[in-house]
């Protein structure tokens, strides 16, 4: 101890606490993610699960429709707790109630978690080191590591943080209970253990509904039931079926995610070719070595860090004999080796290498999907990080017995380049367009990254560089569909609609046609109606519905049906049409909007009023809604109502008093 004291910074009191790390702990972790509090939304899945959807209920949506799915079919509602991440849905719809469209609220929770999970963290160091210190550097490595800013700075890295809560939480209460029945004298008795183990299976389980990268949680226990655990053996046949039900578990959980990825390949009707990095299963595993020593490069030399690695970001393999991942595999088998090696003479680092490889295990694409585009993604390094920083911990309290200064300065060093690196890569996370730019910079050769940064560019009205960037794209992949269908999307807004149509209906002939059937359709749909097509585009739209595009095509039939001018005997099933969509999704607000319009046009205000009011709950930024609500109000003569929506909308959108005097 005295050694530690010696080395102990200055700012340190003279005995270390449990709450001067806590206290630390929080400090570090608030000072680092700050800056993300006035984050907006960034692509992949933030405006997805944030945001009422016109598709298949996700996000804050999904937590409703599962409990009204698990209330009618139990049975078949239960694997969608694990497949969809039901959880992390419901941690979001919290958020989402508690501070509405406030984004500074869903930050401060993410960052919130963090510090849970990098408590439990250090509460896990502690006991494996026997040390606070050893614990409080192992907890600040993992914490401020600069890989960890994908999870905490993206609203969408809500279910890496909750799975690792709960797999961290799982894992202390396995420690606990084993212990137990261990004999350790320090634990509980064996027979007061079984409630522990069981906690720890039943808060795996939850972790599964977070993130089903949570399935690998057994394996980290038996690796610390072999390295770490003491030498006495535990009571047979209670251990024997402990084991054998994690063993069960897992294989039902690896089964869904096998029908899960069988039932997917199926209804996408994609070639083989298409399903595999680098186009083959032999150039996909031969390119993987290459890919995982870049993921531990990334634990020891965060320097480059992106958030995007697919389309050929990494260089496929081109045959068997590819050198490149030939000494890639060489050099992870040396790191494998010198692991094993130390698994007696220095346990907690064996621990730490194992915790790595377990963790990361899951995110290995094994089976032929979608998902192999994306290889690699620096989220999956967030629950493996603490097995690292459990190795760099180790490594300082090792030197701080030798050379106490020289570790204290290492390590502190080590934490400011951490901190620094991490305030610096938070504010690639601001927004759609600094982010995509960010990662377009980093890797050129990514199509996804730059046809993602020209549809940000489009969204504010930068037409011109967001087709350059389009084409960019193209040129890379020209197969790309998402890059197609976002460039239809450009073509149309800007009255190009025959050439719109032909990108339409170029993904349709491309073997991905059948996998992006349903948004082409929709699109097609809308192409159609705006040239005048109202028959063509009634069947698109009716195909799109049929292909599972939801309540958005269903609309879309409507608009359609009602440019076809039926005869005024059938008007009244416009009504009706709406009613029906709002019964698949009571909350979508355009289906109310145009209802609520519908019913202004018969003079039926007092209907009006609610369905209107409902459409701006969740969006209160829906201007046209609220013009119609002004004139709801007007014609139900309840005139200052209706003047305070007016002077909102065009304190919104000034340009929206034309629309309000037209009406």
């Not at 799915?69 to 992390?88: H, I, N, T, V």
């Not at 999907?369 to 967030?382: D, G, I, K, Q, S």
């Not at 209107?612 to 209160?620: M, N, Q, R």
Request: aromatic residues 10%.
């Amino acid at each position: 101890m005295s050694a530690f004291r010696s080395a102990r910074p200055r700012f340190l009191p003279a005995t270390l606490k449990t709450w001067h790390c806590a206290a630390l702990l929080f400090i570090a972790v608030f000072s680092a993610y700050l800056g993300t509090l006035h984050h907006g939304l960034v692509g992949f899945d933030d405006a997805v699960l944030l945001e009422p959807g016109s598709g298949a209920p996700v996000g804050v949506q999904a937590p409703a429709f599962w409990v009204r799915r698990a209330s009618s079919d139990p049975l078949s509602a239960l694997p969608d707790f694990f497949l969809k991440r039901q959880l992390r849905n419901v941690s979001l719809a919290a958020d989402k109630a508690l501070f509405g469209d406030d984004l500074w609220g869903h930050h401060l929770s993410n960052i919130l978690h963090h510090c849970a999970v990098s408590w439990l963290a250090f509460l896990i160091a502690v006991r494996l080191f026997g040390s606070r210190s050893g614990g409080l550097a192992a907890v600040l490595l993992f914490a401020l590591h600069p890989v960890q800013t994908e999870a905490v700075s993206y609203l969408g890295g809500r279910r890496d943080l909750l799975c690792a809560l709960l797999s961290l939480s799982s894992f202390q209460l396995f420690i606990l209970g084993w212990d137990g029945y261990r004999g350790e004298a320090s634990s509980p008795r064996r027979s007061s253990s079984r409630p522990f183990l069981l906690g720890a299976v039943f808060l795996w389980l939850l972790a599964l509904g977070a993130k089903q990268a949570a399935v690998a949680l057994p394996a980290l226990w038996a690796a610390y039931a072999f390295l770490l655990s003491p030498a006495r053996t535990p009571p047979r046949r209670a251990a024997a079926a402990f084991w054998m039900l994690c063993v069960l578990l897992c294989a039902a959980v690896f089964g869904l995610h096998w029908a899960q990825s069988e039932g997917s390949n199926a209804r996408l009707s994609l070639p083989g070719d298409s399903l595999w990095y680098g186009g083959s299963a032999l150039a996909h595993w031969v390119t993987e070595p290459r890919i995982l020593l870049h993921a531990l490069t990334l634990l020891v030399y965060p320097s480059v860090l992106s958030g995007d690695y697919s389309f050929a970001v990494f260089r496929p393999a081109a045959s068997l004999l590819d050198a490149g991942s030939w000494a890639a595999g060489a050099v992870l088998a040396a790191l494998g080796g010198a692991a094993w090696a130390l698994r007696r003479r220095r346990p907690a680092a064996a621990f730490g290498a194992a915790w790595i490889a377990i963790s990361y295990a899951p995110m290995l694409p094994v089976l032929p999907t979608v998902h192999n585009l994306e290889v690699f993604a620096e989220h999956w390094l967030y629950l493996p990080t603490f097995g690292a920083a459990l190795m760099g911990a180790d490594a300082f309290l090792r030197l701080r017995a030798v050379r106490p200064k020289a570790a204290a300065a290492l390590l502190s060093a080590v934490l400011v380049c951490f901190f620094a690196r991490t305030r610096l890569r938070n504010g690639d996370w601001k927004d759609d367009e600094t982010f995509w730019t960010k990662s377009a910079s980093d890797y050129p050769q990514c199509a996804r990254s730059l046809a993602a940064r020209g549809l940000a560019l489009f969204n504010r009205g930068r037409i011109e560089e967001a087709e350059a960037l389009y084409r960019r794209s193209l040129d890379l992949v020209p197969g790309h569909p998402r890059t197609r269908i976002n460039l239809s999307f450009l073509y149309s807004a800007t009255g190009r609609l025959k050439q719109s149509e032909e990108e339409l209906l170029e993904v349709l002939r491309s073997p991905w046609g059948r996998a992006f059937l349903g948004p082409v359709r929709h699109n097609l749909g809308v192409s159609y109606l705006r040239s005048g097509r109202a028959m063509e585009a009634y069947r698109s739209f009716m195909a799109a519905q049929d292909a599972g595009m939801g309540v958005a095509s269903q609309h879309g039939v409507i608009y359609a049906w009602e440019a076809l001018k039926p005869p005024a005997r059938l008007r009244h099933q416009a009504e009706e049409m709406y009613r029906r969509i709002l019964e698949r999704e009571p909350g979508y607000a355009p289906a109310l909007n145009d209802l609520g319009l519908l019913l202004i046009g018969e003079g039926r205000f007092q209907e009006a009023l609610p369905l209107l009011e409902k459409a701006l709950a969740p969006s209160p930024r829906f201007v046209n809604a609220r013009i119609n609500l002004a004139h709801s109000l007007t014609g139900a003569g309840r005139y200052p109502e209706a003047l305070t929506q007016v002077r909102e909308a065009l304190r919104l959108d000034p340009r929206s008093g034309e629309a309000c005097n037209r009406r």
